[in-house]
């Protein structure tokens, strides 16, 4: 089978004033259907950028990436992926339905379908019954909520989620976590997930990427022991804090935690 | 209790703030008047013989010239009241001697003979209302288009835009007279002319705002229409319009009175017969001030309108697009 996302010696150098900034070092990376990869690291180790490299949002320096067997320009153009920003990035004059809507205007969906795939995303979202509200009108985790059913509407198998619970508190953060991992079990999407925390990265997680920065390259590739339905107390369970170990013994090995 | 009510009622809104800035206002002015047309007033009695008045004669006599230095606001008023409401009136009883009119067209007549009238205000501020909506739209379509050009062509953003800036350096007073001379040599007469030199003040407004106002959306929105590969166009009616729809109405206030301004000037240096410009010059020809003030009024009078106009749009705009309430 061949893997959904493929990286070999993928670079990516920006220029500075301080002189090149190595954002990707030479990261040599598989991701395959309906796994869930986390990428975890501290800031400037290059997840994010990472991310963006695969949805053509920047264009890699050196070697090379595939997105389902594509370049990422044909990838994008293809809308094989749907991408999960840091913030909601709603549209503001639009309700929730019509945010949602918004992708499959652009693609030239049949109001028919449109309708349909609006309901079912919203749903799988635990939305319904706010399709008429503005973005104003919901909580922070509403939103956020609202902008993966926006990403999950075109039916793209693979979801690239940059940090998109970072912003929310650890009470709504669960909550969301428990709705993705039931998302993710029910639809088998491939699901790509920058974080910053080794919770999150170890309960959602099938594999977990450990990246430092300066130049960002890749620590470890943890394969999760754990199963794949998970109860919130998993967290509480002796595999857990194994797998927790292991991605901060690898945050250590790249110097994550020096003083700056 | 009433006293009470009404006491809260106004301490709360604006009503007393504004009367009382009106009543300031209005006590200057009646000091300046009775000051600034004393000379005059000395010399009429003088020619006159008049050789002993009371402080309160004399204070009426200054407030009722003919042709005063600064009229006073109750003569303004009249002179407003004669050449709009009292029109009405006196084309009523025109329209009422022929018998065989019914009530509908007799009411018609009279809008029609109270709006044609050339002693009508209405009449000239009619002529110039049309000048400034066909110059602010012209304006309005050609700010949109040149914000858009410059937002997505890099060639026009460095091209147009320090002469869109320079265009507002020339004083419109001097090119004004131009554009209506060469437009009339090339057989274009009429509204548009005065409209054209409206647009020529609306249009930057309009051209800056929304440029400002297209590229108002953040690179994170941006991002999200370029991950679903959307075409310029669908980025630009789906996110870059709605983006910029306060910059739109904000800049909209500010050229639809300066459009007004233009249609003004547009009809002083050009020997017009009609318009409010027109009746700003003939009083100052004929030392007819109260004739001037009273055109005064009724342009301010006309901006205010057309300001709240633009602004009941912007609310109704803005509840479409689900703004909070």
């Known amino acids: 089978m061949n893997p959904v996302i493929s990286a070999k010696k993928l670079s990516l150098t920006f220029p500075s004033n301080d002189g090149p900034v190595h954002a990707l070092s030479e990261v040599d990376l598989d991701i395959n259907a309906g796994e869930f990869v986390s990428f975890i690291g501290p800031s400037g180790c290059g997840k994010t950028t990472f991310l963006r490299v695969v949805a053509d949002l920047e264009t890699p320096t050196g070697g090379e990436v595939t997105v389902n067997g594509k370049s990422p320009h044909e990838a ?15 549209l503001p004059w639009r309700t929730v339905e019509r945010n949602v809507a918004l992708p499959l205007e652009i693609i030239g969906m049949g109001k028919k379908e449109k309708a349909e795939h609006i309901k079912r995303t919203l749903e799988m979202v635990n939305l319904t019954g706010f399709e008429k509200s503005y973005p104003w009108q919901l ?87 754990l199963p794949d339905e998970r109860p919130l107390d998993i967290r509480e369970s002796k595999e857990f804090f194994d797998i927790a170990h292991r991605v901060r013994e690898g945050l250590r090995a790249g110097h994550s935690y020096d003083e700056e | 209790m009433f006293s009470a009510i009404m006491k809260s009622k106004l301490m709360q809104g604006k009503t007393l703030p504004v009367l009382i800035i009106v009543s300031l206002i209005l006590i200057v002015w009646y000091v300046m008047a009775v000051r600034l047309n004393t000379p005059w007033q000395l010399g009429v009695y003088e020619r006159s013989d008049v050789t002993e008045w009371t402080t309160s004669q004399f204070i009426n006599d200054t407030l009722n010239q003919d042709r005063p230095v600064l009229p006073s606001v109750h003569q303004v008023a009249i002179e407003l009241w004669n ?32 709006s044609t009238s050339r002693r009508s205000l209405i009449y000239h501020a009619w002529i110039t209302l049309s000048a400034t909506l066909l110059g602010f739209t012209i304006g309005s379509v050609l700010g949109i288009s040149l914000a858009i050009g410059i937002v997505h062509s890099r060639a026009m953003d460095k091209s147009m835009m320090p002469w869109i800036i320079a265009s507002q350096t020339i004083p419109i007073l001097a090119i004004a007279p131009m554009i209506i001379v060469v437009l009339n040599a090339v057989g274009v007469s009429g509204v548009l002319p005065k409209a ?28 999200l229409m370029y991950t679903y590969a959307a075409s310029k166009s669908q980025v630009f009616w789906k996110l870059r319009w709605f983006s910029a729809m ?39 020809y004929y030392g007819q001030t109260v004739q001037i003030w009273s055109a005064l009024f009724m342009a301010a009078a006309l901006a205010a309108i057309l300001v709240s106009l633009v602004g009941v749009v912007e609310r109704f705009a803005t509840a479409k697009m689900g703004a909070r309430a």
């Open chain 1, 139 to 225: 909580s922070g985790g509403m939103q956020q909520r609202a902008s993966i059913a926006r990403a999950l509407a075109f039916d793209a198998d693979l979801l690239l989620m940059d940090e998109p619970f970072g912003a929310l508190d650890e009470i709504v953060r669960d909550h969301l976590n428990e709705q993705l991992l039931k998302l993710w079990n029910d639809t088998k999407k491939t699901i790509a997930f920058v974080t910053h925390s080794i919770p999150e990265a170890v309960y959602l997680s099938t594999k977990i990427v450990v990246m430092s920065p300066r130049p960002g390259r890749v620590i470890d590739v943890i394969q999760s022991t």
């Open chain 2, 196 to 223: 054209l030199i409206s647009t020529y003040l609306s249009f930057f407004p309009i051209a800056v705002g929304m440029v400002k106002g297209f590229r108002s959306p953040e690179t994170i929105q941006l991002d």
């Open chain 2, 83 to 114: 050449t709009t409401g009292a029109k009405f009136g006196s084309c009523w009883g025109k329209a009422s001697d022929e018998q065989s009119l019914g009530i509908i067209s007799k009411t018609w007549e009279t809008i029609v003979c109270a």
């Open chain 2, 246 to 284: 306060p910059y739109l109405f904000t800049s909209m206030k500010i050229a639809i009175s300066i459009s007004l301004v233009g249609a003004i000037v547009g009809e002083l240096p050009t020997g017009a017969v009609a318009g409010l410009g027109a009746r700003l010059l003939s009083g100052s």
């Open chain 1, 76 to 90: 994008r153009m293809n809308r094989d992926y749907g991408y999960v920003f840091q913030a909601p990035a709603l």
